[in-house]
């Protein structure tokens, strides 16, 4: 382990300070110079950390230690920098549509200043909680990434959804970090030390390290959106400012991603049934999370369900590695948990595009109901051309960012059954065309979006569509790395197979992951990006030699067609959800005329979380039926309630002072 120079070591450190310092140009009286000052320092604060990261960190060839400043507390191994290398990129331009995202709130005379305060604690806390070597620090990181961003999320606490989605984030992010003081009691009293570096244990010591690799799951994958615990994130998203639903999609559920490769750091390898447990909780996640994106008709409910579809394609690659363990096949476990880090940073990319992309949509239209969309192509073409590189790169269709990751994962299903024979052929298999499903599923989910909000006629009156050079600077940067990593791979993928091979493999099988022919992608890529391009520049030369025709759209034999006469998203995706409404708990309303002069139609659809709507509301509501039999939770004195606080605290003192 080598320590960092000191210029080094002064400039991560100062990153943080200057990040930190940013909150004290908020105390300025005027909210729109006060925004600017706050914003301005930060940036230059997360680029300074940026480039520490990149420079000092990923492309260094041996494990960096900070023990000289922190005492140990903080260590930059490469799963650290990686993960501390995503939240960085995020944070820039997501901080960039912050300058115009909020002057709208100032505008209405609403204060911002708190919810800056919460978002720059929110940014430091999850930066430390990738960097902490020590469960103590770790644990308060996460609580107060945990408080911030639910503090974040009441921007508008007077709509009564706000509150409902707040709390559901509220009462998930405690149950899981409950959770997580049990696993690692577990780990301290397996090891006698509150140190990740310390942590090196086995599945064959016991049943502990099972029950931590469980606690471990749930923990962690109720933050990440894994199914059957995702019942928060659909609530939650939708309802936070725009700025802190990209920053919550793209960086903070990949927490509980960082959580479970961390963990397995501490026990691998695993058996081979972890694997499994992994594969098919994740697969259901992918096929389910875009089943039910594609029955929403809100547009950040939509994109919240894609998250979950997405960590589980995620979660996918880290099953794949998990069997390349349990079986000591070094090339399965480079493909699986390099597709599964790829894809963290892929996912981060371009879904925080497609979060801030329907954001602006949203501060134009006021409204997030896809049905009342349409035809905004026509205002705001940029716009449009943006969010639709989003959609193209969620969907994994080349030759954008999300494709090379999933072609990672894909290949290291026929990786392992290529090395495993036997059964494993055929159930690969499945697995392949599970994920095929998922992808299908995506593509036709994003054509419903982007046909449905952007082209067509207007179906809500827009007198004006306004955009901002801070909206398309954040956009344009996020689209201009879905098309990067899309068609020149090579360095990210090297980046990637970098921290495999320092933390996750005790071999050097850079081949599986390195040796895939990534210039022909480029190759291939960049000849059609410029056939598309020449035949771009045919059309305009053939339009302004022989001119352009316009004409109505065809309208089946109908005359004067209005906007109503439109597909609505209901009806463009409703044979696809019959399939699965039982689980989708997909329900519609239609009312056709029969008479001989027709009356109004209606065509309405609707679908509920199974998880939420069968299992979580009625076991709260179970619970809260029990508590108000019990006397003394029923007090409303404020007295009774600091008692029973009290109480908890030193029940939980001494569990961790007899452990």
Request: charged content about 10%; glycine content about 8%.
């Amino acid at each position: 382990m080598n320590s960092l120079l000191n210029s080094d070591n002064i400039l991560f450190t100062s990153a943080f300070a200057i990040q930190f310092i940013s909150i004290a140009f908020l105390f300025i009286k005027d909210q729109h110079k006060a925004l600017f000052a706050a914003n301005t320092v930060l940036l230059i604060g997360l680029t300074l950390g940026l480039f520490s990261t990149i420079s000092s960190a990923l492309f260094s060839s041996a494990e960096i230690s900070l023990q000289s400043i922190f005492f140990n507390f903080i260590r930059l191994d490469e799963l650290g920098t990686f993960f501390l290398f995503i939240i960085q990129l995020v944070a820039i331009p997501t901080t960039i549509y912050n300058f115009s995202y909020l002057s709208h709130y100032i505008e209405e005379n609403r204060s911002i200043k708190s919810f800056v305060i919460f978002y720059v604690l929110l940014l430091i806390s999850t930066q430390f909680i990738v960097i902490a070597n020590q469960a103590i620090l770790f644990l308060v990181s996460w609580e107060i990434m945990s408080i911030t961003g639910y503090l974040g999320m009441m921007l508008e606490k007077e709509k009564e959804e706000v509150q409902k989605g707040s709390f559901y984030y509220f009462a998930a992010s405690h149950v899981l970090i409950f959770i997580l003081y049990i696993m690692f009691f577990l780990l301290h009293q397996q090891t006698g030390s509150w140190f990740f570096s310390d942590y090196h244990l086995s599945f064959s010591t016991g049943i502990v390290v099972p029950i931590i690799f469980i606690l471990s799951f749930i923990g962690f994958g109720i933050k990440a959106g894994f199914m059957p615990f995702h019942f928060w994130l659909p609530q939650a998203h939708p309802i936070a400012p725009t700025v802190l639903s990209a920053f919550l999609s793209g960086v903070i559920i990949k927490m509980g991603i960082y959580g479970i490769l961390r963990t397995y750091l501490f026990i691998k390898p695993v058996p081979e049934w972890a694997g499994w447990f992994i594969l098919i909780v994740s697969i259901i996640s992918a096929i389910f999370g875009v089943w039910y994106a594609l029955a929403q008709h809100d547009i950040k409910r939509l994109l919240a369900y894609h998250s979950i579809e997405n960590i589980g394609i995620i979660g996918i690659g880290i099953g794949i590695g998990f069997i390349g363990s349990a079986n000591n096949l070094p090339a399965v476990e480079v493909l699986g948990f390099g597709g599964a880090l790829l894809h963290t940073l892929n996912h981060a990319i371009f879904k925080s595009l497609l979060f801030i992309g329907s954001g602006v949509v949203y501060q134009n239209l006021g409204t997030r109901n896809i049905e009342l969309m349409g035809g905004i192509v026509h205002r705001a073409k940029y716009i449009a051309i943006l969010f639709l590189i989003g959609s193209v790169a969620i969907s994994g269709v080349p030759p954008f960012n999300g494709f090379i990751s999933e072609f990672i994962i894909y290949t290291g299903f026929f990786k392992t059954a290529n090395e495993l024979k036997n059964f494993y052929p055929i159930l690969m298999l499945m697995f392949v065309v599970g994920l095929a499903f998922v992808g299908g599923l995506a593509v036709a989910c994003f054509t419903k979006v982007n046909s449905i909000m952007f082209l067509g006629s207007e179906r809500k009156a827009v007198k004006h569509f306004y955009t901002s050079i801070y909206d398309y600077i954040s956009l344009g940067i996020f689209a201009l790395l879905c098309i990067v990593i899309g068609f020149y791979p090579q360095p990210f993928v090297g980046i990637v197979n970098k921290v495999i091979v320092s933390n996750f493999v005790s071999s050097h099988p850079s081949s599986a992951l390195i040796n895939i022919d990534w210039l022909f992608f480029t190759i291939i890529f960049s000849i059609i990006a410029l056939g598309i391009f020449f035949l771009f520049l045919l059309k305009g030369k053939l339009e302004k030699k022989f001119g352009k025709r316009t004409s109505p759209a065809w309208g089946c034999g109908y005359e004067n067609i209005n906007p109503r006469m439109q597909y609505t998203a209901s009806s463009f995706a409703d044979e696809l959800n019959e399939i699965s409404k039982s689980v989708l708990v997909y329900h519609k309303k239609v009312e056709v005329s029969n008479t001989a002069f027709p009356l109004p139609s209606k065509f309405e659809s609707h679908s509920n979380d199974f998880v939420d709507s069968k299992i979580v509301l009625p076991s709260y509501k179970f619970l809260s039926f029990l508590v108000m039999k019990i006397k003394f939770l029923s007090q409303t004195d404020i007295r009774y309630y600091i008692g029973f606080i009290l109480i908890i605290i030193t029940i939980y003192s001494l569990i961790a002072f007899l452990w």
